[in-house]
């Protein structure tokens, strides 16, 4: 535990953190906490709630985020002469810059207590030029979707193979169904499990704003 001024905290020793928090189980708990194995970190992630694992498999499913920290610091500031602390669920390590995550459901947000919270720390953050974010309830169908993709999540089950012939093939425009018999000599769920790593992966891409089917068109990636 290390006591710094906010803007001499380096990401570089941010990006190291432990919980701050230990992750308790414990019978009749309000909250559901756990740990997921994020494909991003090659690790085990906490979280402490349902809404939390949500955003924590948007981040894993995120190109542009390559590190996630879980209840990475604790700020304290004083406001009028009394002195508040909070500790963000996530701080994320993105392509675009730092961002730093509260999560919290949409209908609590209007609470005096959360706002003026997320309103300091929202200051705090952004005066160092990061990002901040409030995660609420999220898109049901793309977090459903993204959730299914993460059981395609451990590359080191594929055949590497396997997934270099896919991606020789001329998938752009192709319906998912359709791809799934683009190697005819190879098992369709074979072939199948491969796309859905592809699409976790981000080398493939498609619309995830519906329920996923062998419908929906495929494309490769920017």
Same mark, same amino acid.
């Given at each position: ?22 992750? &308790? ?40 985020? &390559? ?156």
């Amino acid at each position: 535990m290390e006591d710094v001024e906010w803007p001499s905290a380096g990401v570089q020793v941010l990006k190291t953190a432990a919980p701050w928090r230990s992750f &308790r189980w414990r019978d009749g708990q309000k909250h559901y906490s756990g740990c997921y194995w994020s494909a991003t970190m090659r690790d085990h992630v906490g979280y402490e709630s349902r809404m939390e694992l949500g955003r924590l498999l948007l981040a894993d499913f995120d190109p542009e985020v &390559r590190h996630i920290v879980s209840q990475p610091f604790l700020l304290k500031t004083q406001i009028d002469g009394k002195t508040y602390r909070h500790v963000p669920d996530f701080l994320l390590l993105t392509d675009a810059g730092p961002v730093v995550v509260d999560v919290k459901p949409r209908h609590r947000l209007a609470q005096p207590k959360v706002a003026f919270c997320f309103a300091w720390t929202r200051r705090a953050v952004e005066a160092r030029g990061w990002r901040y974010e409030v995660y609420s309830d999220p898109p049901e169908v793309l977090l459903e979707n993204v959730r299914f993709l993460t059981g395609y999540r451990r590359d080191w089950l594929f055949d590497m193979d396997l997934l270099e012939r896919l991606r020789e093939r001329p998938l752009d425009g192709l319906t998912l169904g359709e791809a799934m018999r683009c190697l005819p000599e190879e098992p369709e769920p074979v072939v199948k499990a491969a796309l859905l790593h592809l699409l976790w992966s981000g080398w493939l891409a498609t619309d995830l704003d519906r329920p996923l089917s062998p419908s929906h068109v495929l494309r490769r990636s920017a």
